[in-house]
């Protein structure tokens, strides 16, 4: 992983020579049918609603940059379909819903789920008879998450399920409470997960501690980051001031834009040998370009059960707090936004705790071009008995330390890696 330096100004009071049109990298941010990013996702199945959130009315949606509404049927099946009446592009988000599909409500045009045309209302097409459809995409319920597979029919993978859903003790639920809508990019969302650094200032350390993490966070992790076999993972790992005890914060992120986490803190006990598995399942969907929804399963363990805050969106994460509080105490939602609808990455000066951002870009970059090939990208699962590899733990050991600052370092290094890619995880009793 190679560094990308901007293009700043490179003298004091020095902003009259700051370039002004530099421009965003349209491969990794334009989310559009045929550009390089939106060929990738539509590679893999992604959320675009709760089964709770469908009525009896049709739901309008965008989704990598389409315009598509979503309905369930009176005999409960589920369909994604374009906006526009394929008669004279009417909206059928004005539809009327039928026990087996959706009729527009302008001249009677009959839709199946799967936007084959079940009666034409009106009169018979002028021309090409039975061959007419709406455009429309397969969809899969996954604990009341509807995801759709946007890409060339036939060609769907196996819906991807983690090997967290083989352990007896852990329950999946959905968590329309925490999913949000961001008015940014993508990218600079998914890049915000891969950053472990910015944990310890923007939530403890910058503004005083925020809700939902210890003072535990503000401590600097040594970092360390991952290819996996669907994606890639960070490790931060902080030594505690007062004992000899090592957290371990490991975190996957999943190909193109998914991610699951462990609580935010160390859980506040004083033994070794304890671990706890991830909580949250994430996704990051781009809407558009400049827009993206972020949809939440939670995983609750019945040994350490979900806490009410765990099922409430988290601080800061959207623009829902007076602009003078998030100046004072800003969260994850002022940091990303305000690098602009699309950042430009032309600009950054990238340091070495930016490795997670470097490799997550080349990371897409390497899926678009297997794309481009004709290949499936890294994490497109064929076989639907498959179980993805989680290595997502707070992890709490015993180490004592080294006999110098230096060699201190590198033995936390050894012990995150260690952590990360052996069989501890099992064997730690959870909290």
Not at 88 to 95: M, N, P, Q
Not at 102 to 116: E, K, L, S, T, V
Not at 200 to 229: K, N, T
Not at 266 to 276: A, E, G, L, Q, T
């Amino acid at each position: 992983m190679t560094a990308l330096l901007g293009k700043n100004c490179a003298q004091p009071y020095g902003a009259y020579h700051s370039p002004r049109d530099l421009q965003p990298d349209a491969e990794l941010t334009h989310v559009g049918r045929g550009t390089p990013a939106g060929e990738l996702f539509r590679r893999y199945w992604q959320p675009v609603a709760y089964a709770e959130e469908l009525t009896d009315v049709p739901r309008k949606l965008r989704v990598l940059g389409e315009d598509l509404v979503l309905f369930r049927t009176g005999g409960g099946e589920y369909g994604l379909v374009e906006q526009r009446c394929a008669h004279r592009g009417a909206s059928l988000e004005y539809g009327v819903i039928s026990e087996r599909g959706i009729r527009c409500a302008y001249h009677g045009f009959h839709y199946a789920p799967d936007g084959a045309i079940l009666e034409t209302g009106a009169g018979a097409p002028l021309a090409d008879g039975g061959k007419i459809c709406l455009g429309a995409y397969p969809l899969q319920v996954f604990h009341g998450l509807i995801f759709a597979y946007m890409g060339p029919p036939g060609t769907q993978p196996a819906f991807p399920l983690l090997d967290l859903y083989d352990d007896p003790h852990i329950t999946v639920e959905p968590c329309i409470e925490r999913a949000c809508e961001l008015d940014c990019n993508w990218m600079q969302i998914v890049e915000n997960a891969m950053d472990p650094v910015h944990a310890a200032y923007l939530h403890v350390l910058a503004s005083g501690r925020q809700r939902g993490f210890s003072d535990q966070v503000g401590i600097l992790p040594v970092l360390d980051w991952g290819q996996s076999e669907t994606g890639m993972y960070y490790i931060a790992c902080r030594r505690r001031p007062d004992d000899d005890l090592v957290w371990v914060r490991v975190v996957d992120r999943f190909m193109p834009n998914v991610g699951i986490l462990p609580p935010n803190d160390d859980m506040r006990v004083d033994k070794p040998n304890i671990s706890v598995r991830p909580f949250q399942w994430a996704w990051t969907v781009p809407l558009d370009d400049e827009n993206t929804k972020r949809f939440y399963l939670l995983l609750n363990d019945d040994r350490n059960p979900l806490r009410p805050i765990q099922r409430t969106r988290g601080f800061g994460q959207v623009n829902d707090r007076p602009y003078e509080e998030r100046r004072r105490q800003p969260g994850d939602y002022e940091m990303m936004a305000s690098q602009g609808r699309i950042a430009v990455h032309a600009y950054e000066n990238l340091t070495a705790t930016d490795l997670g951002v470097i490799g997550y870009r080349e990371m897409i970059r390497a899926g678009i071009e297997a794309v481009r090939a004709g290949r499936d990208p890294l994490g497109v699962v064929r076989d639907p008995q498959a179980r993805i590899r989680t290595r997502t733990q707070n992890t709490l050991v015993r180490v004592p330390r080294a006999a110098t600052p230096e060699a201190d370092l590198e033995l936390l290094r050894a012990t995150g890696r260690l952590i990360a890619e052996g069989d501890e995880l099992r064997a730690f009793p959870p909290v």
